[in-house]
């Protein structure tokens, strides 16, 4: 089994709407991460957090908004889609030392 | 701040054929290094890291890197590439924390290597 899983896989969804990206790891880490990959652009860092009760904000958290549910979960929220929020969302955790991150298999998110 | 930047943004290549991806970073603090493999429609696997030691580190399916700190590089080598390698490879360095302060984890904007028959 992945120690890292994202849902859903696959998501097209419309302007406006509300949308809940969800990861879960099994690797009993402290912190956790979210990312948005763009064409050209790499990865950029969303929000991350270094356990349950410490959420911090990354290069491009406006528009989004995350929930840290427990220290194995960590949701990731537009509370309003547009269409420039369509790219490949990627989880990702590590333990406290933060050297090593582990990512999931990504969340292709589509608004239209 | 650091910085990374992959040279290419595409590397075409035969297969059996040598291959080398660039990957340059500039901070003013010490890092550590990666390489990501993303095949087609897949997510990010870690291909090989440089944390210490070494300064040439072996990875997955026969990659290589080599940190080299005066020219800031950390290029990317196979001697013989296969089509299962076409994939697009991101460089990545992150620093230490220090404090409260994160250690961020910044990508290349990635090279997409394609492998013809």
């Known amino acids: 089994d992945a120690d890292v899983t994202q849902t859903p896989r696959n998501r097209i969804t419309k302007t406006g709407k509300r949308i809940m990206l969800e990861c879960s790891q099994t690797?009993?880490?402290?912190?956790m991460y979210w990312y948005r990959q763009d064409p050209g652009l790499g990865l950029q860092l969303i929000y991350y957090?270094?356990?349950?009760?410490?959420?911090n904000k990354g290069e491009i958290s406006d528009g989004y908004s995350v929930s840290r549910q427990a220290q194995a979960k960590f949701s990731l929220s537009l509370e309003s889609a547009i269409p420039n929020q369509t790219a490949l969302y990627f989880c990702?955790?590590?333990?406290?030392?933060?050297?090593?991150?582990?990512f999931g298999p990504g969340t292709r998110l589509t608004v239209l | 701040a650091q910085s990374v930047t992959q040279l290419d943004s595409q590397v075409p290549v035969f297969e059996e054929a040598p291959v080398e991806l660039r990957c340059n970073y500039s901070?003013?603090?010490?890092?550590?290094l990666f390489w990501y493999v993303q095949y087609p429609n897949q997510g990010l696997q870690l291909l090989l890291k440089y944390l210490s030691g070494s300064t040439l580190v072996k990875g997955i399916n026969g990659f290589e890197a080599e940190f080299n700190k005066s020219q800031t590089s950390f290029h990317l080598r196979k001697p013989s590439v296969h089509i299962s390698d076409t994939a697009e490879y991101f460089c990545a360095v992150k620093t230490e924390a220090g404090g409260t302060s994160y250690g961020k984890l910044t990508f290349g904007q990635g090279t997409i290597l394609t492998v013809h028959p």
């Open positions: 901070s003013s603090v010490s890092v550590y």
């Open positions: 957090s270094f356990d349950v009760k410490d959420i």
């Open positions: 990702a955790t590590s333990d406290r030392t933060g050297r090593l991150q582990y």
């Open positions: 690797k009993g880490h402290d912190r």
